[in-house]
Nanobody
Framework: HVQLVESGGGSVRAGGSLRLSCAAS????????MGWFRQAPGKEREGVAG????????YYGDSVKGRFTISRDNAENTLYLQMNNLKPSDTAMYYC?????????????????????WGQGTQVTVS
């Protein structure tokens, strides 16, 4: 049973920074492709950043490139999202996702349909 728990959300002023964490358990963390998604009220879930199983490839949505960085600590079973220069348009619920034990093709790594495990979300509000 896969479990993902996000933390680190909060309220910040525009231009500020936050670091989200996703603690993973219930499977061999290092063998999973993982990503961050967000969803604002009335909008579809959007792929923010993804990382391939090997950790060698990282992918970002156009709206966050150059501002957000995804990383993972396999020893701590934790995925991170460093968010800098935050904008009001970044306001959303942020979700961690994993594809258990398999790789996701690069073309799909920011697609929510490619993932089968989700956390409960952490709210980010930028004013």
């Amino acid at each position: 049973h896969v479990q993902l728990v996000e933390s680190g959300g909060g309220s910040v002023r525009a231009g500020g920074s936050l670091r989200l964490s996703c603690a993973a358990s219930g499977y061999t963390y290092s063998t999973n492709c993982m990503g961050w998604f967000r969803q604002a009220p009335g909008k579809e879930r959007e792929g923010v950043a993804g990382m391939s199983t090997s950790g060698g490839g990282t992918y970002y949505g156009d709206s966050v490139k150059g501002r957000f960085t995804i990383s993972r600590d396999n020893a701590e079973n934790t995925l991170y999202l460093q968010m800098n220069n935050l904008k009001p348009s970044d306001t959303a619920m942020y979700y961690c996702a994993a594809a258990a034990g398999r790789e996701i093709p690069a073309a799909q790594i920011l697609s929510a349909k490619a993932y089968d495990a989700w956390g409960q979300g952490t709210q980010v509000t930028v004013s």
